[in-house]
């Protein structure tokens, strides 16, 4: 039985320095490097998953964090099915701007599934439980801990995204 084929845009959205490309290049080609690459724009990513009968090829756009970038921001969100909302647990400021991130994707792309991350678990948290809970409930997803450094959690969630996008 041949499989059938969906192709979906995923956003990595958050703060500059949260590790959105680092988690894209560890989950893409399981690869890490502490080398801090800004990115201007828009860099998109492809990875292909196989869900039984399904074969989802993830368009993982990875948008430039700048605040100062927001007017270009609704082109990059436009047409996504699923975005993943990146925080950095050093730095709770980060934390703290995910609701602005989160409303601004959602008026543009609708109502599609967002898991927010905080990312950099193999280092010391900044970020309390609380806030984070306070986060979730805006969102109305529960937090996921990721390091795109150890690998921990990144695969998990782009799967759980992936299976969420297709309502599986």
Known sequence: MEKRQFIRKVCLIGD??????????RYVLDVFSDDYIS??????????????DVELTMMIWDVLGQKSGAS???????????????CDSTR??????LNSWYQEFSRVAGKVPVIPLVNKSDLSSK????????????IGQEFRRTSAKTGEGVEETFLQLGRSILGC
Not at 16 to 21: D, F, I, L, N, S
Not at 92 to 97: G, H, R, S
Not at 127 to 138: A, C, I, K, P, Q
């Open 92 to 97: 709770p400021e980060t934390l703290d701007d």
């Open 72 to 86: 270009m921001h609704s082109a990059y969100f436009a047409g996504a099915n699923g975005a993943l909302l990146v």
């Open 16 to 25: 500059g320095a949260v590790g959105k490309t680092s988690l894209v290049r």
């Open 39 to 52: 990115t201007f724009g828009a860099k998109v990513s492809k990875k292909v998953v196989t869900f039984d």
């Open 127 to 138: 970020v309390t439980e609380e806030s984070l809970t306070s986060v979730s409930r805006v």
